[in-house]
């Protein structure tokens, strides 16, 4: 089996380095042990007790949003705008019925996901002090460096990071 991370011969963590790292990542690839547990943080991260609460506050939100900016939106925004609506609907409807499985909710997800990001001032919202980056991509406060819209992590972290 694979041993606990954090020790290399011996269970010593002083001895523990990159390659006895490597090794158990690839034990755990062998096993299929870690796309279970991606598999098993996906579905977490997707699950009706992460989404169903800001998904129905952009539901709530975006018909009194349409209503005021009906006029100032181009009509391809507009429409944009009400089909990803009608996919957050969709997505709780998927949540609401018993027996709806994972690939069902992916799919929608990736409906909603190709209209774009909902509007700044819903995004803002459902997720106060959460800033976007040009690109519409959140950005993080301090973040991390070499990812866009990360910035940097602590000098001590830093210093320990062997992928950066």
């Excluded at 158990?24 to 169903?52: C, F, I, K, P, W």
Aim: aromatic share 4%; charged share 20%.
């Amino acid at each position: 089996g694979v041993d606990a991370v954090g020790g290399g011969a011996g269970g010593d963590p002083e001895s523990f380095n990159e390659e006895d790292m490597m090794k158990q990542l690839g034990e755990l690839a062998n096993h299929g042990d870690m796309q279970d547990m991606m598999d098993t943080m996906l579905q977490h991260l997707l699950s009706r007790e992460v989404l169903y609460e800001p998904m129905s506050e952009i539901a709530l939100k975006y018909p009194p949003w349409i209503a005021e900016h009906r006029h100032e939106v181009s009509a391809e925004e507009l429409t944009r705008y009400e089909t990803q609506l009608t996919k957050v609907k969709g997505i709780l409807e998927a949540f609401d019925t018993e027996g709806t499985d994972f690939a069902t909710v992916v799919g929608l997800l990736q409906e909603m996901q190709a209209c774009g990001l909902p509007p700044d001032e819903i995004m803002r919202e459902i997720s106060p002090g959460m800033q976007m980056g040009p690109d519409g991509v959140p950005t993080f406060p301090g973040g991390m460096p070499g990812m866009p819209g990360m910035g940097g992590l602590p000098p001590e972290l830093a210093s320990q990071c062997a992928i950066m």
